[in-house]
């Protein structure tokens, strides 16, 4: 092999690229805490939605890639061995005994399109106005109604046909769900 190949060899294993850890079963926020504290650079994606707890909406942070998460590393200076016994990682993902690299272009599109997507998330409400919803609970139940308006973080506006009309009525948010 020729001595540019070599150097270029040694070039692109000298660049930090990313690689994917799979973390213990519910603990990839703590994996990526405590390798940020270690000084490496972590991609963790998540999503913001909304879920029902206790009967409310509430926006919670969820992983977009359960028990993964992506750490950027330099083949040659990186010092790969705290990784390991980092807690909430259970390893890194490799095949044979080799960790693979992850596409620089396909972090970059996640990079984007969470970037993207948290901002469309906070411009809209759980349900789009138009969008056809069914009542869950109440004397209008398994009624089908056009949702209209988030009133506040709890309420709704929903159109209802009743007596040839739509009639507007005001309920919990947490007693709609979407058509499918």
């Known amino acids: 092999m020729s001595d540019s190949m070599m150097e270029s060899l040694q070039d692109s294993a000298a660049q930090p690229r990313w690689y994917a850890i799979q973390c213990k079963g519910g603990e990839s926020f703590r994996a990526a805490e405590n390798l940020h504290n270690q000084a490496f650079e972590v991609f963790h994606p998540v999503l913001e939605v909304q879920k029902k707890r206790s009967g409310r909406l509430s926006w919670v942070k969820e992983p977009l890639f359960p028990y993964y998460l992506f750490i950027r590393l330099d083949r040659i200076a990186s010092n790969w061995r705290p990784i390991r016994s980092t807690r909430g990682v259970l390893k890194l993902v ?85 058509v499918t």
């Open 94 to 178: 490799v095949f044979g005994n080799e960790p693979v690299p992850v596409s620089d272009a396909l972090i970059e599109l996640l990079q984007q399109n969470a970037c993207a997507r948290q901002d469309d998330i906070k411009a809209n409400v759980y349900f789009r106005a138009g969008e056809t919803v069914e009542i869950t609970e109440g004397p209008f139940e398994e009624l089908q109604a056009i949702f209209e308006s988030q009133k506040g973080e709890e309420r709704a506006i929903v159109l209802l046909n009743m007596l040839h009309r739509q009639q507007r009525l005001e309920m919990p948010i947490s007693r709609l769900r979407r």
